[in-house]
């Protein structure tokens, strides 16, 4: 399995990004996906994901009601988009892919869940 990241770049605060993660190599409609983050010093951090259909989401506290995943079954693709974006949300973001169905806060809301990784991609947000 394969993933592809994109749509990294530096942002004011208050901004906005929209990044997207093409999956390669596996039946993209039998794979939860999930988005992580990791910033300099501090360990990787679970920001949100979304069940086989696209019917589920469960995001984490920090980004609630700022960030929305959504993906196309058809396309192969899962899409992080960011609004509002605060300093702290500065960090490599990575996006990830289980073969079980579900993402919950007990199954899919930490790194050790997920089997398959992409290379990261850089979101900047400055002052």
């Known amino acids: 399995v394969q993933l592809q990241a994109s749509g990294g770049g530096l942002v004011k605060a208050g901004g906005s990004l929209r990044l997207s993660c093409v999956v390669s190599?596996?039946?993209?409609?039998?794979?939860?996906m999930g988005w992580f983050r990791q910033a300099p010093g501090k360990e990787r951090e679970f920001v949100g994901g979304?069940?086989?259909?696209?019917?589920?989401?469960l995001y984490g506290d920090s980004v609630k009601g700022r960030f929305t995943i959504s993906r196309d079954n058809a396309a192969n693709t899962v899409t992080l988009q960011m609004n509002n974006l605060q300093v702290e949300d500065t960090a490599v973001y990575y996006c990830?892919?289980?073969?079980?169905?579900?993402?919950?806060?007990?199954?899919?809301?930490?790194?050790?869940?997920?089997?398959?990784w992409g290379q990261g991609t850089q979101v900047t947000v400055s002052s």
């Open positions: 979304i069940t086989w259909s696209g019917g589920s989401t």
């Open positions: 190599g596996y039946t993209f409609s039998r794979l939860a």
């Open positions: 990830a892919a289980r073969t079980e169905p579900h993402v919950t806060r007990w199954s899919g809301a930490s790194p050790d869940d997920y089997a398959y």
